[in-house]
């Protein structure tokens, strides 16, 4: 029998997960990780997610160093750039789908038309958000997935 709807997602989990690993789902679940080739995008990202109870595992500072750190560490969301040396954004995404085909992509970008929203879509991305940004817009992109602030 599963618990009722009105329990915590922690509490749901120690029903199912008993000890220690319902924490741990619980946590993974919260992880991003930012990748973005100007760390004061990143900084400010960071802070945005931070304070609203998301978990930033990691940050990357090019698409290559990306795919490295997503295969290590799967993150439950990915906020990519698509402008960025080693490896664009795009190509970044694809290889990415191509290791986790469920995985949750962002792409945070100035280079929001439709031409390209196509492209990135092609490549994995689930959602976007234009730059410049504001914090609201962030969290409400962010809070589209499944994945919800830590309690």
Do not use: W
Request: aromatic share 4%; glycine share 4%; net charge positive.
């Amino acid at each position: 029998m599963y618990p009722s709807s009105s329990r915590s997602i922690r509490a749901r989990r120690r029903h199912l997960f008993p000890s220690r690993v319902a924490d741990q789902l619980t946590i993974m679940n919260h992880t991003i990780m930012v990748v973005d080739d100007d760390p004061i995008i990143r900084r400010i990202l960071r802070r945005i997610l931070e304070s609203d109870g998301y978990r930033v595992i990691a940050e990357a500072g090019d698409g290559a160093e990306a795919v490295e750190k997503y295969r290590e560490l799967r993150p439950a969301i990915t906020i990519l750039d698509n402008m960025m040396p080693e490896m664009n954004g795009i190509e970044a995404s694809r290889k990415i789908v191509a290791l986790d085909r469920d995985a949750k992509l962002i792409m945070c970008s100035s280079l929001c038309r439709n031409m390209f929203e196509s492209s990135a879509r092609m490549a994995g991305v689930r959602e976007l958000i234009p730059k410049p940004f504001t914090v609201q817009q962030v969290l409400d992109v962010v809070g589209r997935f499944s994945c919800t602030p830590a309690e």
